[in-house]
């Protein structure tokens, strides 16, 4: 399974991105979907993920991201008040079972896209 991350770029605070991740396959009902995210300097942090009727996010983006897939194969994290914070490169991911909140529980990964929000 191969994964292609796009849609980062340049925001000013408080603007919006919206991040897609395409799949080499359809995204099938046993298949978990992702967003991780690394800033500079630090380790990779979980932000959301969906699988069945299951989606989790991390406390500091609930209510500002959105993670939503179409029928196909594309997965989207929608970033709104976007902060300086949020800046680093976003990484799509995908696994068979539980939209777990674990980068190490994820078996593909998309290349990641980089998100850059100024004050």
């Known amino acids: 399974v191969q994964l292609q991350a796009s849609g980062g770029g340049l925001v000013q605070a408080g603007g919006s991105l919206r991040l897609s991740c395409v799949l080499s396959?359809?995204?099938?009902?046993?298949?978990?979907m992702a967003w991780f995210r690394q800033a500079p300097g630090k380790g990779r942090e979980f932000v959301a993920a969906?699988?069945?009727?299951?989606i989790n996010y991390a406390d500091s983006v609930k209510g500002r991201f959105a993670i939503s897939k179409d029928a196909q194969n594309t997965v989207y994290l929608q970033m709104n008040s976007l902060q300086p914070e949020d800046t680093a490169i976003y990484y799509c991911?995908?696994?068979?079972?539980?939209?777990?909140?674990?980068?190490?529980?994820?078996?593909?990964w998309g290349q990641g896209t980089l998100v850059t929000v100024s004050s």
């Open positions: 991911a995908a696994r068979v079972g539980s939209p777990l909140t674990t980068s190490s529980a994820y078996d593909y």
């Open positions: 396959r359809r995204i099938y009902s046993s298949t978990a």
């Open positions: 969906m699988g069945g009727s299951r």
